[in-house]
């Protein structure tokens, strides 16, 4: 019967999309935790059947390709595709970023994110005239149970949900309202699985969301505010907590930003190490 190409027809499509990222992807190197931002780009008014395109062959789905948007930006998703159908990610390829370019659609600023260890989405994208903007290194460490000796000497709560205004109450010292705004949008769309606020004396000094991706154990701290006033070992003693809050919770890896921690921090966290780099690439038409 060949491969049946379609557009996006029901949100049972969108399940099938996460399953079949989460299935594809699992292999990858530190891939992180599936994103909420597809069911909730489905709600918005920038969306369209055409921005999701499935490869059936009978009635297994093969392969898929998406893009999420807002105005002109577009975040375009890669060809992903089972390995013995990599000669239709072209065909995925056409149909997606071709509505995402099309007057129909709108879209001038093309962007996708992978991971360095990445080769071939990366090598992909750089085929079809995108380059590599900027990459991000990736600090982590693995996790056993040595970590259950340690002492908390700060104390903390741990928290089931992330609150963001409880990240805002201290980030917003140092962050304009735009950026504030984009974090919003950001962490919204994010599975955390718990978060930890720290305090010496009723008074917040840390806040810190975390997510685990389900099978590989691969945790990432994805949000992180301090007040300006803790100390290194303050900072020190943040991590030891959350390392074993995520390691009970069955998280193998434990990964951060370089970027999100002050360098003094940084240079005295001696069992972290980088792991991989966060590789942002870009493509613009121009008006």
């Known amino acids: 019967m060949g491969i049946v190409f379609r557009y996006f027809e029901d949100q049972e499509d969108l399940t099938r999309q996460y399953e079949f990222w989460e299935s594809i992807t699992t292999p990858l190197p530190y891939a992180w935790k599936p994103t909420h931002s597809p069911r909730q780009f489905s709600m918005q008014k920038e969306f369209h059947p055409k921005t999701r395109c ?3 062959d009978g009635e297994a789905l093969v392969g898929y ?66 380059a590599i903007t900027n990459s991000s290194p990736i600090i982590g460490k693995e996790l056993n149970d040595e970590g259950s000796t340690f002492k908390a000497t700060i104390e903390y709560k741990v928290e089931a949900q992330f609150d963001f205004e ?26 955390f699985d718990f978060a930890v606020s720290f305090y010496d004396q009723d008074q917040l ?67 972290y190490s980088q792991i991989t780099e966060d590789v942002m690439m870009m493509k613009e038409i121009a008006e």
């Open 54 to 56: 499935f490869a059936f």
């Open 65 to 130: 390709m998406s893009f999420t948007g807002k105005g002109s930006f577009v975040s375009l998703g890669y060809p992903w595709v089972l390995p013995e159908y990599r000669d239709i990610q072209d065909v995925l390829f056409d149909r997606v970023y071709g509505f995402a370019s099309s007057n129909e659609y709108g879209g001038k600023r093309f962007a996708q994110r992978f991971r360095s260890q990445w080769k071939e989405p990366i090598d992909y994208f750089l085929s079809k005239g995108f």
């Open 166 to 191: 409880k990240w805002k109450s201290l980030k917003s010292k140092d962050t304009t309202e735009e950026e504030i705004q984009m974090m919003s949008e950001y962490y919204s769309s994010v599975g």
């Open 205 to 271: 000094k840390g806040y810190f969301g975390i997510a685990i991706r389900n099978k590989t154990g691969y945790a990432e701290i994805i949000a992180i505010a301090l007040d300006n006033g803790c100390s290194l070992a303050e900072v020190a003693n943040m991590l030891e907590v959350i390392e074993f809050e995520t390691f009970i919770r069955e998280g193998k890896v434990l990964s951060i930003y370089q970027s999100s921690l002050p360098a003094e921090v940084h240079e005295k966290l001696k069992d």
